[in-house]
């Protein structure tokens, strides 16, 4: 498999995460979203993904964009450990809180999006954030266990933990989410969790190494 990724690109870090738990091998190509105008654009890049954003993935044949089709195809191909619960209610739930981050939030505080913000954008990004962590600390408390949904890893979780770091960026008071600050520091310390942490990416600037 061949991952086109951007070192902080929470979409990207969602399928590190999902490709590091299955325990599959990659090759990492950086995709840099700043550097020239935005390595996305080009011509080549578009020819892989039309949408011209990251993730994308060469697998088997194939090639897919939008982050949580690559988990599903990663978790049908390869099921163990399982992101899915097996219960439909749990894995209902599983679902509901990853689209609620890949819906809900992470788009309104995309880069393409606070391009347009201009001088606004930290307000913007923090306005839609802590809207968004309001109404998911409050799912969390009825469907948590040590992690999102119960005490097994899920694709939840693999969303929560990059748009907690979003929200770090953008100086989101984390206070008022205790639940989602919980779950956010048990997942931090998993090994998938950190080898695929933006901080210890191949494209990773030198400043921002761990």
């Known amino acids: 498999p061949i991952l086109y990724s951007y070192f902080r690109s929470s979409c990207s870090w969602r399928v590190r995460i999902a490709l ?10 950086p995709v840099n979203l700043i550097k020239d105008g ?7 890049f578009k020819a892989l993904n039309p949408m011209q954003q990251v993730p994308a993935l060469k697998i088997d044949g194939i090639t897919l964009s939008q982050s949580l089709a ?12 399982r992101l899915l619960p097996q219960d439909p209610k749990k894995r209902a739930q599983v679902r509901m809180i990853a689209d609620h981050i890949a819906s809900g939030i992470q788009p309104l505080q995309n880069l393409s999006v606070l391009k347009q913000m201009g001088e606004k954008k930290m307000e913007w990004a923090q306005n839609f954030i802590t809207s968004g962590f309001q109404a998911l600390e409050q799912i969390l408390q009825h469907t ?12 939840a979780d693999l ?3 990059p748009q907690v770091a979003n929200a770090e960026r953008f100086k989101v008071d984390m206070r008022p989410y205790p639940t989602i600050t919980r779950i956010n520091k048990a997942l931090l310390e998993l090994e998938a969790f950190k080898i695929s942490h933006p901080s210890r990416q191949p494209d990773t600037p030198a400043e921002l190494r761990a």
């Open 20 to 29: 590091a738990l299955k325990g599959i091998s990659y090759d990492l190509v």
């Open 144 to 155: 948590a266990g040590r992690y999102c949904v119960g005490d097994e890893v899920s694709m």
């Open 38 to 44: 935005g390595q996305q654009f080009s011509a080549e």
């Open 70 to 81: 690559i988990i599903n195809y990663l978790e049908e191909t390869h099921p163990n450990p």
């Open 159 to 161: 969303c929560l933990v």
